[in-house]
């Protein structure tokens, strides 16, 4: 157990629908990351927050958008979504976003869009 | 730009076989770490190794050891006396200094059958 959490596991909506899926860091952390792997594209970096505050931005389309709360939990929010968005979906954290800090990730949300 | 290849898709061997899963990366910083991630099919990633560019010395953890030459841009896995447990997708993946964004770039990810 990573002591990461995600929730839900799986969601599954309809095309032009908006979901939201949140992300428990381990305790301590400060950074959280999301990532989103799929057979096309493989794993790929969205953003990072560092305590509330965006830190770095990737490849992350503007349908999509996320935040990290006071309490330090991250929510990443997806609208009008096409069946492409067909992912799952990782968060990840660690203790404050250097270089050499490992990520520990959670089990991932897995989002089905029909 | 940073890059990891990992050219193998997948791979299949029997149990108690060795087996190496190459590993290239670029880039252009001087300072970077580098790592491996296990995806059991379970889903998770669990990390396994991290390794600063500036230590070479290759490293053994059990059945585990990593191959690091930074003169070939290669970090390679070999898992001796494979079991039907370590059966997952492995990525490679390279995280540059925070000046360039530090964020995680991963490789394809090998497949890794392990038959009894």
């Known amino acids: 157990d990573s002591g990461v959490t995600q929730t839900p596991k799986h969601l599954i909506t309809a095309t032009g629908q908006r979901v939201t899926l949140r992300c428990s860091p381990r305790?301590?952390?400060?950074?959280v990351y999301w990532y989103q792997q799929s057979l096309d594209q493989g794993l790929q970096f969205l953003i990072q927050?560092?305590?509330?505050?965006?830190?770095a931005k990737g490849n992350i389309l503007e349908r999509f958008s996320a935040q990290q709360f006071p309490d330090l939990h991250s929510e990443l929010n997806l609208s009008s979504l096409e069946l492409g968005d067909s992912a799952l979906y990782f968060c990840a954290s660690s203790v404050g976003g250097s270089t050499n800090e490992k990520l520990f990730f959670g089990s991932g949300t897995q989002l089905s869009v029909l | 730009a940073q890059k990891v290849t990992q050219a193998q898709t997948e791979i299949s061997v029997v149990e108690k076989e060795d087996v190496t899963l190459d590993c290239v990366y670029e880039t252009r910083d001087t300072t970077y770490y580098l790592f491996w991630y296990k995806q059991p099919p379970s889903g998770e990633l669990v990390f396994l190794i991290r390794r600063n560019s500036f230590d070479e010395q290759n490293e053994i953890s059990g059945r585990y050891s990593w191959n690091f030459q930074k003169s070939t841009s290669s970090f390679n896995f070999t898992i001796t006396a494979s079991q039907v447990v370590d059966s997952a997708v492995y990525f490679c993946?390279?995280?540059?200094?925070?000046?360039?964004?530090?964020?995680?770039?991963f490789g394809e990810g090998t497949q890794l059958t392990v038959n009894p």
């Open positions: 305790s301590g952390d400060l950074s």
């Open positions: 993946a390279l995280r540059p200094p925070e000046t360039s964004g530090s964020r995680l770039t």
């Open positions: 927050y560092y305590n509330g505050e965006e830190r």
